[in-house]
Every structure is written in structure tokens, then in C-alpha cells.
């Protein structure tokens, strides 16, 4: 069955990357969640999608130049709606604990915005927040900076690795399997049945992002691909 992933939480109805977002996509009974990773200057991973603080808060500046303390105090909900205005941007200990208590087979797609080279130690810490909440088993890491997941999957044999794509590529499996990644992940247009299949065959998981249509949804589930990471999973949670 393809898995409906809320991309960023259930970013439709509540401010992304927050820890409402992520209540709402649970509740909504969504197969999981996909969120985004920076670290703060003192070496928190903290849970925002941009290398900017100024989209989706009332702060101004690059995320590593604030300290936790700092970046606590923002409020990451009011552009979303005033509403939202107590909302904070969570680390990823918070989501993790929020994720807790969900069913065995639930995804925690966790995206590296970007490894060591930007991040000192990234992605030790990451591994090392996963195995204190015991939660190994429903992460699958991905990045578009490869060389984080290649890291990853250096460092710890049983977390799941996905890399990321936004350009088409050709025979996508001779590259992941050589690097013994786990899961392809690439913009959902560049998909067709050929791809899936060939992905399959090779062993690897196929998510597509970021699909909000129905019925290209309906196409790609057809096609079996094992994902959807959506903003509106709502919508798309009624056709699997």
C-alpha cells in the first residue's frame, strides 16, 4: 500500500514544521511525517525548512547564528495565521517525542538540509537523538547533500537512507545501490511506471514529492510507488 507522508506536518492547515503540524498530521491519521533539519549555533538540531529565519518567523538572519535560547523566543505560527502565534520552532527531540507513541509502521522522514560541511557533527547528533527516544526503526533520513546520507549510513547500518532528486535521472538504482542507499526520493513528475518498477526490482523504496493533485496521486499509486509526501495528505489519505 502507498504511504501518505504530510510533508512538513499537515502543512495545509497549520504552520509547517511546528509541533501543531505534526499533532494534526497524527490526527489525521496520516502514515507519517516528513520534516526538515537545521542546527542552531550551539549545535541543536532544530526542526525549519529554510537557511533563513525570516519565511516562517519573525526573527531575520541564517539559523546557525542564533542559539536555541534565541531561536525559542521566535514566533514561527503567525504568517500562517495569528491563530498559530504561540507556535514555536521545535527541536527535533520535540517531534521525535510527539511521534512516540505512534503505530509501529509510522515514517519520520527527517531531511537533512545539509551535512557536516555546513552543520559540524550533523549528522552524529541526529543518530544519537534517534537512539535515545529508541525510534530507529521508523527514521528514514534523506538529503539532497548526499554525501550526509553516505555519512549516515557509515555511521549506523540499521537507519533507513534516502537520497534526494529534483533532476530526472537514468536508472536511478546504478547509483543507489552502488552507495547502498535504501529509498529514492524525487519530485513526483519525474516518475513514470518504468522507474518504479525498475526501482523495485533493484530493492529500493520509491517516495515521491511533493504531490497534492488527486489524480496524478491516483496515477502514481497505481504504478505502485511506495510514497507521497503531501501537503495535503486530508485529501489523499481517502485513496489508499
Excluded at 541543536?44 to 525548512?49: A, D, E, L, N
Aim: charged share 25%.
Amino acid at each position: 500500500m502507498t504511504k501518505i507522508i504530510a510533508h512538513r506536518g499537515a502543512s495545509s492547515i497549520a504552520p509547517e514544521n511546528t509541533l501543531i503540524a505534526f499533532k494534526r498530521a497524527i490526527e489525521l491519521n496520516s502514515h507519517g511525517i516528513e520534516l526538515d533539519v537545521h542546527m542552531t549555533k550551539n549545535g541543536v538540531p532544530i526542526v525549519i525548512h529554510d537557511f533563513d529565519l525570516a519565511r516562517t518567523t519573525n526573527g531575520k538572519g541564517f539559523v546557525n547564528d542564533f542559539n536555541l535560547e534565541a531561536i525559542k523566543k521566535l514566533d514561527a505560527g503567525s504568517w500562517f495565521g495569528s491563530e498559530f502565534s504561540q507556535e514555536k520552532i521545535p527541536t527535533l527531540e520535540e517531534v521525535l517525542e510527539l511521534c512516540c507513541e505512534t503505530d509501529d509502521n509510522f515514517i519520520i522522514n527527517v531531511e537533512l538540509k545539509a551535512g557536516s560541511k555546513v552543520y559540524p557533527e550533523i549528522e552524529e547528533k541526529v543518530l544519537r537523538i534517534f537512539k535515545q527516544y529508541s525510534i530507529l526503526d521508523k527514521i528514514l533520513v534523506s538529503s539532497f547533500d548526499h554525501y550526509a546520507i553516505e555519512k549516515i549510513g557509515s555511521l549506523e547500518k540499521d537507519v533507513k537512507t534516502a537520497v534526494l532528486f529534483s533532476a530526472a535521472v537514468v536508472s536511478p538504482w546504478r547509483y543507489l545501490s552502488t552507495l547502498n542507499f535504501d529509498a529514492y526520493h524525487t519530485a513526483w513528475h519525474r516518475l513514470d511506471k518504468d522507474i518504479i518498477e525498475g526501482c523495485h526490482r533493484n530493492g529500493l523504496i520509491v517516495n515521491a514529492y511533493t504531490l497534492d493533485d488527486m489524480d496524478f496521486a491516483k496515477l502514481l499509486i497505481s504504478y505502485g510507488v511506495d510514497g507521497i509526501i503531501t501537503n495535503y495528505p486530508q485529501n489523499l489519505l481517502g485513496l489508499v
